[in-house]
């Protein structure tokens, strides 16, 4: 699933490509990627000039003539694409067509991308916790929750911080050496300033790499992202740990796959016993 680097890289490659065209047809051969109803959607988009293109936390946010918004949010296999693959056209659900006569495509295998129209009256994505980008905002974000969930689950919570999903969560609590299983208010103060580090120095790194590409991923001209060179855990189940060679261990937790050392993450007190349990019965792979 894409998360900040990639819908990042996604926004800085479409801004040269279309930033001031204007909408002239909208078909959906999938409506229900738009939250808004068919005929409105249409209805609002039709003559609009785009004047900007952002990101917020893994939305692609487009602005609007007549400070109307549209979010759009990629979830497992959404992509935006000027031409599409033989194999992709199938899976069209959104077709913009602009007045100069440019197509640009969203295409989405599992359907589960959304859009919406956010009009001026509307604050832009209420729920969403800050960009995962600066150490002093994560930390701020992450060291007042009295939280007994695991570090990792509120890593996950986009009200918490935005942006950050799977790969990024599990590369940054390898970096501060954090078992993903501890509970959020017995990570020491230390360690949650290390996280505060890595974490956004993690997603800066990956952007400049274009984002991480495991399976669906794709950037706008169908390139892939290069990050997926650089993960020191993620998806290296059995593989040995870059630090100390340790094999890499996979478990899951709320149903995600979550990838660390052993070693280098040390169950905390009285967790010991149970991770052990759960690694001896064994886990499946990525
Ligand atoms: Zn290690």
């Not at 808004?36 to 609009?48: H, S």
């Not at 701020?140 to 509120?154: G, W």
């Not at 937790?253 to 070693?263: A, D, L, T, V, Y």
Request: charged residues 30%; contains cysteine.
């Amino acid at each position: 699933m894409p998360e900040l680097p990639e819908v990042e890289t996604i926004a800085r490659e479409l801004r040269p490509l279309i930033v001031g065209k204007t909408f002239r047809k909208i078909t959906l051969p999938w409506p229900r990627t738009v939250e808004d109803g068919q005929k409105e959607f249409q209805a609002a988009l039709i003559d609009k000039k785009i004047t900007r293109i952002d990101r917020r936390g893994k939305y692609l946010c487009f602005y609007l003539e007549d400070e109307l918004r549209l979010t759009i949010h990629l979830r497992m296999t959404g992509k935006l694409v000027f031409e599409p693959e033989e194999k992709d056209k199938k899976h069209i659900r959104v077709v913009f067509e602009f007045s100069d006569r440019s197509v640009l495509y969203f295409v989405d295998i599992r359907k589960f991308g959304r859009m919406k129209l956010w009009p001026k009256t509307e604050p832009l994505l209420p729920h969403l916790g800050p960009d995962a980008l600066e150490e002093n905002t994560v930390f701020r974000a992450l060291v007042n929750r009295e939280s007994r969930r695991p570090i990792k689950t509120l890593l996950l919570d986009q009200e918490v911080l935005a942006g950050v999903g799977n790969i990024y969560a599990d590369e940054a609590l390898f970096m501060a050496g954090i078992h993903p299983l501890t509970p959020a208010l017995r990570v020491s103060k230390q360690r949650l300033r290390k996280l505060s580090r890595h974490l956004p120095e993690i997603l800066k790194k990956a952007i400049e790499n274009n984002g991480t590409t495991i399976s669906d991923y794709r950037r706008t001209g169908r390139l892939k992202g290069e990050h997926q060179f650089f993960l020191n855990v993620y998806g290296r189940t059995g593989e040995p740990c870059n630090k100390c060679k340790t094999p890499v261990v996979r478990i899951c937790i709320n149903n995600r796959g979550s990838h660390f050392c052993p070693e280098c993450q040390p169950a905390p007190a009285g967790m010991k016993a149970a991770t052990k349990a759960r690694r001896r019965k064994g886990t499946p792979g990525v």
